[in-house]
């Protein structure tokens, strides 16, 4: 069974950044259209940035300019740079293929907040 791991969140002030990462046996990311999604508090899960097999990206609106899927095919590691933190991003954040075919990591919590 593919288990999905999740790090990296963390408590930042906003306008900062951090760097989500997504590790996974079983499963080559490079193979997959990959996602990060997140789920904040009495929220659905949400979709907020996609990455292809041929590496193209997409992202929510309301992230767009500001977070950068990427993927790194060696560690297969799939990334999710936050810069620009509002406190609107917290939420747990959690990686899956896209269309959601694994069960669910744990996720990483974000909690961006003065």
């Known amino acids: 069974q593919v288990q999905l791991v999740e790090s990296g969140g963390g408590l930042v002030q906003p306008g900062g950044s951090l760097r989500l990462s997504c590790t996974a046996s079983r499963i080559r990311f490079s193979l997959n259209t990959m996602g990060w999604y997140r789920q904040a508090p009495g929220e659905q899960r949400e979709l907020v940035a996609s990455l292809t097999r041929a590496g193209s990206t997409n992202y929510a609106d309301s992230v767009k300019g500001r977070f950068t899927i990427s993927r790194d095919n060696v560690k297969n590691t799939v990334y999710l740079q936050m810069d620009s933190l509002k406190p609107e991003d917290t939420a747990v954040y959690f990686c899956?293929?896209?269309?959601?075919?694994?069960?669910w990591g744990q996720g990483t919590q974000v909690t961006v907040s003065s």
């Open positions: 899956n293929t896209l269309p959601m075919n694994l069960s």
